[in-house]
């Protein structure tokens, strides 16, 4: 079965600087990735998503993430953390064998003024 | 807009009752799905429809019920017999065969 580590449950970042949210995965077939943002009391919104195309993937809000089969990874990426920022972050993963979603235990961000 | 509308948003349930959490969706979608939150723990299936009048248990169904009667609609009911039900409810939906998940906003049960 697929099964994702987001390491740092809880990032702090500074306005302005970079954010790095790391996601190792695991997974019996080629994988279909996932980032997912949940804002206090929502529910989850599509970042972005790799499904064996490019594995560069630019998502919303300038988020990107980049697929390294070798490294069996899938880290977000944004050059310079907003305000706006501030939520938690779920990787996902699923097989192409099953439709079945692991979830992470995701990183809850905090950007600081 | 299409989008998935879950109801009550916040509900507060004392030890023995059953309750039932609405989930309804205009995106046409064939596929539902109900997940459980909890804090650090990410998210969990529940139960996951892929059609009308058929439904699977997910990875935590005991003390869970739902049904599918409608394309439509996907109630959760939390039972008397779930030993931890305070948790936060996501309720999603997705075109058959497809992986990515639309999801609403929630609802909130805490049990007193």
């Known amino acids: 079965a697929q099964s994702v580590t987001q390491l740092d449950s809880h990032v702090s970042v500074s306005e302005g600087t970079p954010v790095l949210l790391r996601c190792n995965y695991s997974s019996s077939y080629s994988p279909s990735l996932f980032w997912y943002v949940q804002h206090p009391n929502k529910g989850l919104q599509l970042l972005l998503k790799?499904?064996?195309?490019?594995?560069l993937v630019k998502g919303i809000n300038g988020f990107e993430a980049e697929f390294k089969k070798s490294e069996t990874s899938f880290h977000l990426t944004k050059p310079s953390a907003h305000m706006s920022d501030a939520a938690e972050y779920f990787c996902?993963?699923?097989?192409?064998?099953?439709?079945?979603?692991?979830f992470g235990k995701g990183n809850q961000v905090v950007v600081i003024p | 807009d299409g989008g998935i509308t879950q109801s009550p948003k916040y509900l507060f349930r004392k030890e023995g009752q059953n309750v039932t959490l609405s989930c309804e969706q205009n995106?046409?979608?064939?596929?539902m799905y109900w997940y459980r939150q909890d804090p650090g723990q990410g998210l969990r299936l529940i139960y996951y429809?892929?059609?009308?009048?058929?439904?699977q248990k997910g990875d935590i169904a005991e003390g869970y019920s739902v049904s599918r009667e409608k394309k439509e609609s996907f109630p959760l009911t939390v039972t008397s017999a779930q030993k931890n039900p305070t948790a936060f409810y996501l309720c999603?939906?997705?075109?058959?065969?497809?992986?990515?998940?639309?999801f609403g906003a929630g609802s909130r049960l805490t049990v007193l």
């Open positions: 429809s892929q059609i009308v009048n058929d439904f």
């Open positions: 996902v993963v699923s097989d192409r064998g099953n439709n079945r979603l692991a």
């Open positions: 995106l046409n979608h064939d596929a």
């Open positions: 790799y499904t064996s195309a490019a594995t």
């Open positions: 999603a939906s997705s075109i058959e065969g497809a992986n990515v998940l639309t």
